[in-house]
Each structure stands twice: as structure tokens, then as C-alpha cells.
């Protein structure tokens, strides 16, 4: 399979067994992938043409361990389209995305090897086979079975070439996000349109500009750059200007999403009746915890109502603070963020410009750093002058003990070529079967950099790299045998659980106290500034939870539509939001034309939900840590990592949550978090 013209065909001699970035163009991608999916299929006729009776060793593990020179060129790809895609990576990502459904069809609708494994799991209950090995073979017969495996003739084909164009679709709605975030900028040319940025965010915009060789200051559509300047800006009409634009994104003329999500949504409940379920939401559900729609209505439902009276309450605070500063009290969607700011600094004393310089980038790597080693043993070593994809991005050897376990890459830093938001992901999934595999792991934010001092980081910033880290230690900490079990590969309301959890120790005050230090005179954080900022925490959460709780709602009201061939989404979108009631000045985190979770892959569809569905199981385990009075409690780390961080899908998640807490996990401890307790 060598090809010494191509190194993605080689074999790679890097640090770690790294993908060889410096070498890789992006022409070598398609011929690469042309050998790799041969080869590939050849490894499953093989294993679908072997004359012995088919077991779990010759089938089950087997398969499992087959493809691996393909899954290492496929994360090397999917990765770089995500983290650093110039227009000539886009092409080829827009060329590669139906093959690479295509061969994904092949393979789960091979007649020959599904028999086999059909076989096996047969005979699963006579079978002597661990816990993980049952695990194993139900995940790979349901995904063989979800994927098509048991339809026949036209119904077969229909199938495969739905999931080719679905590729397809998805690949264009998320290019077309990245466009329209690469391709706007507001420009600030005057003092006075800098009016109430504080110094981090001017130095942020002066940057944005110079990346785009624009003279002065810019405002992007980054996340980490709108969302600021919509909560400082002074200037009524330009926070105007950016939020429109930033909620715009997916409909401009030239790439207009909303044609692509109907198609998406029709082609996703044809696929769903093909299966034979009555909608798309419950062919998703059916292989999440939750199980149904009816379930996730009951638990959004618990939080929407009181949700918005908590937003009400708000909402009148802004109106008292907007008379008081002689701004119009008719509060529009681009004053939340600025007036919420002004009460909070009011209400909890707290001034952005105190608070930032105790929390730099550098230090709170270390407080995360540090939590993991005293949960989990585990050190983060850095190392440097190892060839990576951009200057920006970072690495740490992982270890424990003496031994390394795995490969921590940090890419921290918003750039015009990097898709938005926060992600984790890998480069290679811990295995021990077909031969020991360290995890590589990628964590991914889009903090605005700074280039004459640290970065500065907001407190949400900080709960953002925690939230992101508890994702990595999944992946970094997995303890499993099969890389189909390995890591993240959970059920979507069960992956974010490990992520959010690691959240609440960004909020321990002995954490803060021992790394939150000012960063020019490595003071530690004052316990009243502190006491402050964590009492502002629960500022707020109406609109926070009115905004996500809307987008998941209105996510599963369109997976639940029996024909949505003829929808309007502007329309539907709009429809939906009279029905529940969102208040017009929140609306909705991701309007539907720019709703990347759910339209740039399938991965959150009809699953949007599942960030709050994690929060109940977050809120209930680290609720364990309080109770023990010990947010490091040895006997509870060790057992969080055996049943959560380690065990990837190696066991049922509701049996692995019960076996860490000890009951199933209840609601309440969430709406107590959130202020919404009916206690």
C-alpha cells in the first residue's frame, strides 16, 4: 500500500506517530483515499469470505480492528477541514464528502459480512463473553441495522444514496457558515465607534483587522468577538449592525442555507421510514438514553416555563438599568447582552477590566492541568519544536507515572480559517485490539489572540476550556479494548456528561485561589473578587437557558415533522417561536439557517437536547463531590474515572452512571443549579 510519492500512504516516522503536516498537500488527499477505501473493503471481503464459521474473534473483532490506515488519513482530513480549511481544502473536502459516504454504504450494507455478524449475535446469550464483548457486538449490529444493513433491493439503494447526498448537504451548509464568518467584518474607524470596548477587545479587534490586512480595528462574526462587543459596545447602531449580521449568517444571496436544510430535513425522515420509524426524531432518539421524543418534551418541559418567568424578571432589571442610563427602555435583541453586562457590573461590583488579568490563557491551562492530575493522576507535560498544523497550536505529552498514556494538542485560537465554536476531537481513539494505540487528542477553541501580551480570558471563556477538557480526558483517559467503544464514542446525550462535569471545577475556589493570580503581579485572586464572580454566576440564566432551550425544542419540533418536502424554514422557524413563546429580545442561540449542530452533520440532529439531558447527569455527580465536602475526594475520583471517563461505551451509560453514583440521576439537583427548583 506504500506509496512513496504520497505520504499519507507511508508510514509515518513523526513524534508520536503524528501525521507528517509539513509534507501533506492537499492533492494527496483523494488519491490516498482512492487506495484507502480499497483497501478497506478488501479487509471486510475478507473477512466476509472466510471458510470458518463465523465467531466473535474472526468477525466481531476482526472488523473492529480493520480500517485502521483509513481512520488515521480520515481524522487527519476531518480534522484540518475543521481547524485550518483554506479555500483549496475546502474543495476537496466538498469533492471527498459523498465518497466518503459513499464508501461508508459500502461497507454497512456488505451482504456478505453482515451476515456473518448477524450470525454472532445470534448466538449472542450462548456465547461466553465479557461485558465489553457483548457490548461490542449489540453496538456493531445496531449500527450495521441503523445504517441500512437489512434493507434489500431498491430500498437498499435508496438508502446508500441518501446518505451520499446527505454528505453532500452537510459539507455546503457548514462551508457556507464558514464563508459568511470569514468574510464579514464590521470595521471600527472612529474613537467613537470603540466607545465602552474594554483594552482586551480592541486589541482583539486590531488583530481580526491585521489577519485581514484592514487598516485599524474589525469586528468578525467569531463568537469570540461578537458576543463582546454586542455586551460593551456603547454604540446602539453598531451593536445593531453586528447582531444582524451575526444572526444572518446562512441566508446571504450567494449562500443561502435555508434550501439545503429542507432538503436535509426531507432526506433525513425518508431515511428514517425507510428503517420504519414515523419520523427522524424517533429513529435518533431510539439509540440515545433518552429513548424517545416524549422523554426529551417532559425534561424541557420541566425547565421552559419557569425558564421564562426567570427571563421576565430579568428582562425588567434591563428595563430600570436602560431609564437609568437614558437608553430607550424598549429592549431589542442587540441591548440584552450590553444592559445585562451593565446591571451585572452594578450588582455584583465586578468590572471586566479587574477581572480578566487573574484569569490568562497560561494559568488556567494549569488549573485544568492540575485538576486533572489530582482526580485522575495524570501529568501534562509540554513539549516543543514538534511540527503541527499551525504556529499557534500546541502539545503536551500526557502521562502516569513514568508511562505516557496519550497526546494532548491545544489549539486555542480563533483564525479565518477555522470553523466556529468549541470542539474536541482526535487524530487517534485509545485501542488495544489489533495492537496498543495511544489516543491523540485535539481540543479546539477560538479565543481572540493577543499578540504584544497574554490572553485574557472571561469567566466563560474559562468554563468554555474546562467544558472542552473534560471532552479531551475522555478521549485521553479511555481504558477500553475496541476503539468502537473507545473514548467519546457514547451515545450523544451521555458525551457531553464527562465535559460539562469538569466544568464545576473551574468554579472550586481552591483551584482559583491556588491559579487565578493577577498576571502582572502574580497576586492570587482577592476571596471577595472572587466571592463576587461566583456569585454573578447565576446572574443571567434565564436568558441563557430561554436561548439554548429554544433551539433544542424547536430542533426536535422540525426531526418530528412526518413531510417536511414543502417546509419554509424562515417561516417554520418563526411559527415555532410564536407557539412556545420565546421572548423576542433572547430568541434563540442558533437560528436555523446558520444551525451547524444539526445541519452541518447529523451528529446533534434531533439532539440538541442532549447538553441539558448531560446537566442532569452533571449536576447529580458532582453533587457526590459536595456531599463528600472534598471536590478531589480520592474514593470518588478513582470511581469517576473506572465509570465514566475510562469506560467509553464498553458498558450500558445507565449502568455506568448507576455504578458511579449509585442511583439513577434526578432532575432536581440541575433546576437547583439553574434557579429553577420548584423546591
Known sequence: MTDHSNPLLQDWQTPYQLPPFAQIRYEHFAPAFAVLFKHHLGEIDALADNPAAPTFDNTVAAFDAAGANLDRVRLTFENLCASEAPPELQAVEREMAPLLAEHDSKVAMHAGFFARLDAVHQQAAALELSEEQHRLLQRLHTDFVRTGATLQGAARERFAAIATRLADLHTQFAQNILADESTYHLPLSSEADLAGLPDFLREAARNAAQERGVEGFVITLSRSLVEPFLTWSTRRDLRETAWRAWTSRGETPARDNRPLAREILTLRQEQARLLGYESFADYALSDRMAGTPSAVDELLGQVWEPAKASVERERQALVAQAALLGEPVEIEPWDWRYLAEQVRAARYALDDAEVRPYFSLDAMLAAMFDCAERLFGVRFVEQTGVP?????????????????????????????????????????????NGGRAEPVVVNNN????????????????????????????????SDVTYGRLSGTNVPRDYVELPSQLMENWATVPEVLMKHARHVTTGEPIPAALLERIMAAQAFNKGFETVAYTSSALIDMALHLLKDPSAIDIARFETEQRERLGVPREVGMRHRLPHFGHVFSGSYYAAGYYVYMWAEVLEAEAFEAFEEAGDAFDPALADKLRRYVYSAGDSREPGAAFRAFRGRDPRAEPMLRKRGLSRS
Open 446 to 477: 477560538n479565543f481572540s489572540r493577543v499578540d504584544d501580551g497574554p490572553t485574557l480570558l472571561g469567566f466563560d471563556d474559562v468554563r468554555t476550556l474546562f467544558h472542552e477538557f473534560g471532552h479531551g480526558l475522555h478521549g485521553l483517559l
Open 388 to 432: 503541527l498544523y499551525h504556529p499557534d497550536v500546541r502539545l503536551w505529552e500526557v502521562r502516569r507515572g513514568d508511562e505516557r498514556v496519550g497526546v494532548f494538542i491545544g489549539d486555542n485560537y480563533a483564525r479565518p480559517n477555522k470553523q466556529g465554536g468549541a470542539w474536541m476531537s482526535i487524530y487517534r481513539r485509545q485501542k488495544r
